[in-house]
């Protein structure tokens, strides 16, 4: 088994060293500009190569069947779609009819579909209609696939969140039985951990800083989605339930949804780029790149440890989705409010006030 992390880890620093080559003489790379502030050209290749390392060692390692061929061919296309956006900059509409098509997909010939929403609403389960149930589904994949998107802005940042959940959901494979699975979420973190240290900048400083692009976030948000609703959809898996989905994704679910709202709000398109995002107001008030990457990360850790705590310990389903609701809550109204409560605080402590930017 310990061979198999070893063989995709090894795969995927050398896929990462021969894509970066490509991407420079492609143009495949991140220019700074009014929204990114890093400094020179970045190969975007950090997706390409986590999914072709990825890829190959699930088809050697695995066992291989038509729900992970069709998972493999899905995620290519989001990749290679992903990858004419990080050359063109396509419109957000596009973008959304391929994720939609690629949820159909996985419906009509995955059998992947939230027809069950489990206990939220007391004693029994909320069953919903194959029409809503795939209604829901589809609005579910475009949602988690955009709201990793929407989280790789800093360093580090959507690798350190991928692998919490990543990781969460094998613990939780793991723990029901289901080894495959638990392999599937290990090799992927496996396969993520060479270009999270190129991203940070280990062991090789930044002269070898790699991004993962639009193609990459892409396909680890479709991932995270399509693992969530086997693992809670799948007859033949059911590891853990719909309500704990939401804590295992909740840091980048409740970014994407205080952002959405805020931008409509505003009377703008939920989809315009911005820099009002859980990062960027981190490090408007004073934490460097690498104190916000430990502070959001070990949120998502903490919601991921009472999502699996709760499962575990078996807590009504009803409780854990009110509770979810009311951090939600908490959370959008901090957001909305953090200026005021952060000048109150440094008022209090006789801090230097730092102005909303």
């Excluded at 090894?10 to 080559?21: A, E, G, N």
């Excluded at 969140?161 to 029901?176: C, D, E, K, P």
């Excluded at 979810?324 to 008022?347: G, S």
Aim: charged fraction near 10%; aromatic fraction near 12%; glycine fraction near 8%.
């Amino acid at each position: 088994m310990e061979y198999s992390y070893i063989f995709v880890f090894v795969l995927s620093f050398v896929t990462l060293f021969i894509m970066r080559k490509v991407a420079k003489r492609i143009g495949l790379v991140d220019k700074p500009n009014a929204r990114k502030h890093h400094q020179g050209v970045i190969p975007l290749v950090g997706g390409i190569s986590v999914f072709i390392a990825f890829s190959i060692a699930a088809l050697l390692i695995l066992p291989v069947n038509l729900t992970l061929l069709l998972y493999l061919g899905c995620s290519l296309i989001l990749l290679v779609v992903g990858v004419v956006d990080d050359y063109f900059d396509i419109s957000f509409k596009i973008r959304l009819v391929v994720q939609a098509g690629i949820a159909l997909a996985m419906i009509t010939f995955g059998g992947l579909s939230l027809d069950n929403l489990g206990y939220l609403m007391g004693s029994e389960t909320l069953q919903l209609s194959p029409v809503i149930g795939g209604i829901i589904t589809v609005v579910a994949f475009i949602g988690a696939i955009n709201a990793f998107n929407m989280v790789d802005g800093i360093d580090g940042l959507l690798g350190g969140l991928a692998s919490v959940t990543f990781s969460a959901m094998g613990y939780v494979f793991y723990i029901n039985g289901n080894n495959e699975l638990a392999l599937f979420c290990g090799l992927l973190v496996t396969a993520m951990v060479p270009y999270i240290m190129l991203n940070l900048g280990l062991p090789f400083g930044r002269r070898f800083k790699v991004f993962m692009g639009d193609a990459g976030s892409v396909f680890i948000g479709f991932t995270v989605v399509w693992l969530l609703v086997r693992g809670t959809q799948d007859t033949n898996i059911v590891a853990f339930k719909p309500v704990t989905a939401l804590w295992l994704i909740a840091i980048p679910l409740m970014d994407m949804a205080t952002i959405m709202i805020r931008r409509v709000r505003k009377g703008q398109s939920p989809f315009k780029p911005d820099r009002e995002h859980l990062h960027h107001i981190c490090q408007r008030m004073g934490l460097s790149s690498r104190l916000t990457l430990f502070v959001i990360c070990l949120l998502a850790i903490n919601c991921a440890a009472i999502g699996i705590w709760a499962e575990t310990a078996r807590i009504n389903e009803s409780t854990m989705f009110i509770a979810f609701l009311v951090m939600f809550v908490c959370y959008f109204t901090v957001i909305n409010y953090i200026w005021r409560i952060t000048a109150v605080v440094k008022r209090l402590f006789g801090l230097p006030t730092i102005h909303e930017a």
